[in-house]
Each structure stands twice: as structure tokens, then as C-alpha cells.
């Protein structure tokens, strides 16, 4: 029997009551498909932590999580713990740490959720979105001179290498080719002549080994009026950092909110562990009642499936959080239902269906 070990980081907030129910799911398929299992070991890492012990997680914490297969991650951050440390002494620490270069962010419109295009006809809002995740405009590089004077400038440095740019690129053209689809290319090369030129040339370079690929190629002025305006034009999308944290919250809203936006984090080599998690934060307003939407995090397992080989039961969760949303029995209160986070999780057992 094949063994797939998870480290579970509930985190903070409302991390822990979904991520419960994603876990659920996960032991669940495992049993209707009995040839795998998972073993979760848990990592009280996060705020409360960070309270205690002035660090948000063990100081090994990634030579721990390192044996893992995949990491699985609530949500982390509270009000009184600055996000530069929230964010940065975790999430950023294990996405830098394992070379998570690959954000996937699916964005479906799945029946049940009401289409906030009334121009559109919903199955065009159907795309998979990959960002680069360790470069580019969030790398961290620029400077501050000449502060409080009159002439204070801050320099905000992009930094794009060509072992950052190829690789990305050529994930995603791994992925068009693999579910036989176009890819778009969101870039601003007329405004950026360093930068964004750079990639557009290695998106051109890395296009003629991909023959099979349709291509496109917008300006992200461009696509985010596309996007609102003709969605259908997107399915495999690949674009950088800062566009691609931004994009992805437009596709968010475009697919449901946040209740139902997941997003994984890779290490395609699988060097290191990739981490799953919703990519909601910790909702302190809505904490500790049990009412948290969990359909995110379960959207999430489905990735983690997905990356295990798993495409099938992928899918079949994807079908089984879109039946729930259809019957609309067992809801949370974000989609007007009355239900609870576990009420929710349970229907979405119920509604999953064995393949073999
Ligand atoms: P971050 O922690 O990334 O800064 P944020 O504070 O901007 O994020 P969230 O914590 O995600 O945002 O919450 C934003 C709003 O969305 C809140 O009102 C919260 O209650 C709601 N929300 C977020 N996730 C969920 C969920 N899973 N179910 C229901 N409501 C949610
Ligand atoms: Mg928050």
C-alpha cells in the first residue's frame, strides 16, 4: 500500500476548523480507493505560536517538514501579529525554502455559484492560472534613499532571471500540452522594456519547442478587461509574481469569492515537499463558531490529489463540492446557507461517488 505523508500546519483563525474537513475528504478517498493512504502528522506552527514562543515556527522547522510528501496548510496570520512576520516567517519561509516555484490557481465557475457575468455564459470561466512564485516584482530587491527628504525615492527593483522565467514558462507549457489546451501569456512588455521583454522573449523562445501549443500573448492592461469581458479566451494562463497575486484575486471573485479560491504551491522536481492551502486568510471575524466555508481547503486536497498522481479523485471532489453547491442543502452562511463547516465537509462525503 502506498503511503503519501502530510504535515498538516492548521494555522490560525478559521485555518483549523477547514482544515479538518479537507482532511476528512483526503482519509475518506483513501479508504474508497484502497490502494493509498495518508498519514497526517500535525504542526501547531502559526500566531498562537508565535505568542509563546516569538517565532511563528520551530527553528527547524523546515529540515522537519522536509520528509513530507506535501504540506497542508489552513491559514495563517491574526490581528496584533504584524503580517511581515505572519507571512514572512512562514508561508514565505517554506515557499522560498522548497523552491515552490509553480502557483496554481484554478478558476472554475462551478454550477450552484451564481455567474457575476451576466454577458458571459458560465462554463467560459474555466481556467488554470500559473503564477511564478519565487521572483520577479516580489523578490525583494530595491532600496529606500534619502529618507525624509525632499528628495526621498524608493526603488522597487523587479528581478527576473532566466532560470526563473524558463522554467516557469516551460511548466506551463508542460501543463497546455499535458490537458491539450491553449496558453496565454499576461505580460506588459511596452511599458517595461527590461523585464517584461525578457519574458516575453523566453515565452517566444520556449513556444517553438511546443509546436502542438496554441499561444497567446496580452498585455495585462489587456487581459484584465478580457478577462471580465471574454473569459473564454483563457485557459492555461502564465504570468508573473505581482500579475499573477492580482489576476488570480479578479478570477477569485469571477469563480465564487473566497470561500472557494484554492491554490497549491510546487516544487515540480518534488526536491522538496509542495504545500496546498485556501488561499482565504484566517477570517478572524468569523473564528471559532464554525462556520467557515471549507470548500476552499477541500478544492485544495483535490490539488493534492492531483499532484499524487491522482487526477481522478481530483476531479471527483471537484464533482463532489459542485453537487453540494447545486443542491444547495448544506451550505454555509458566506453562501446563505445555515450549515456548519462540518455539516458541509460531511455533505461533500456524501456526494462523493467511488470510481472503481
Ligand atoms: P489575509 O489574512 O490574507 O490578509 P484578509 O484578512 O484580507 O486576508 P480573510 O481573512 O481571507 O481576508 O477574510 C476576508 C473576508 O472573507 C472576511 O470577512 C472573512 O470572514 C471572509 N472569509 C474568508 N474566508 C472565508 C471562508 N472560508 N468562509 C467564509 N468566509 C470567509
Ligand atoms: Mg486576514
Not at 491522482?310 to 463532489?320: D, F, S, T
Request: charged letters at 25%.
Amino acid at each position: 500500500m502506498k503511503v503519501h505523508k502530510i504535515a498538516v500546519i492548521p494555522g490560525d483563525g478559521i485555518g483549523p476548523e477547514v482544515i479538518d474537513e479537507g482532511v476528512k475528504v483526503l482519509q475518506r478517498i483513501a479508504e474508497l480507493d484502497g490502494s493509498f493512504t495518508f498519514e497526517f502528522d500535525y504542526f501547531p506552527w502559526g500566531c498562537e505560536y508565535y505568542a509563546k514562543n516569538g517565532k511563528m515556527m520551530d527553528d527547524n522547522g523546515l529540515d522537519i517538514l522536509k520528509n513530507y510528501d506535501a504540506i497542508y496548510l489552513g491559514a495563517v496570520g491574526f490581528p496584533g501579529v504584524p503580517d511581515h512576520i505572519s507571512l514572512w516567517d512562514l508561508l514565505l519561509k517554506i515557499r522560498k525554502g522548497f523552491d515552490q516555484y509553480v502557483n496554481l490557481r484554478p478558476i472554475k465557475l462551478l454550477n450552484g455559484i451564481p455567474n457575476a457575468l451576466s454577458n458571459v455564459p458560465r462554463e467560459n470561466i474555466d481556467m488554470l492560472f500559473i503564477r511564478e512564485n519565487t521572483e520577479g516584482e516580489y523578490a525583494g530587491a530595491g532600496d529606500w534613499l534619502n529618507k525624509g527628504r525632499e528628495d526621498e525615492i524608493a526603488l522597487q527593483t523587479g528581478v527576473f532571471t532566466r532560470k526563473g522565467v524558463e522554467r516557469i514558462i516551460r511548466y506551463a507549457f508542460e501543463e497546455a500540452r499535458k490537458q491539450g489546451k491553449s496558453l496565454t501569456s499576461i505580460s506588459k512588455g511596452n511599458a517595461m522594456q527590461y523585464s517584461m521583454v525578457f519574458w516575453d522573449q523566453i515565452f517566444e523562445e520556449v513556444a517553438n519547442e511546443y509546436p502542438d501549443v496554441k499561444i497567446d500573448s496580452y498585455l495585462v492592461d489587456a487581459a484584465s478587461m478580457l478577462l471580465i469581458k471574454d473569459p473564454k479566451r483563457f485557459e492555461i494562463v502564465v504570468t508573473t509574481n505581482l500579475f499573477g497575486d492580482i489576476l488570480t484575486d479578479l478570477g477569485a471573485a469571477l469563480a465564487g469569492g473566497l470561500g472557494l479560491a484554492a491554490g497549491a504551491n510546487v516544487n515540480p522536481e518534488k526536491t522538496f515537499p509542495s504545500m496546498f492551502e485556501p488561499i482565504h486568510g484566517s477570517a478572524p471575524d468569523i473564528a471559532g463558531q464554525g462556520i467557515a466555508n471549507p470548500m476552499a481547503t477541500v478544492w485544495s486536497a483535490s490539488q493534492i490529489l492531483d499532484f499524487f498522481g491522482y487526477e481522478q479523485w481530483g476531479n471527483q471532489v471537484i464533482q463532489a463540492i459542485e453537487k453540494t453547491l447545486v443542491d444547495k442543502k448544506v451550505l454555509t452562511p458566506d453562501l446563505e446557507g445555515s450549515s456548519t463547516t462540518a455539516d458541509v465537509g460531511d455533505e461533500i462525503i456524501n456526494n462523493l461517488v467511488k470510481i472503481k
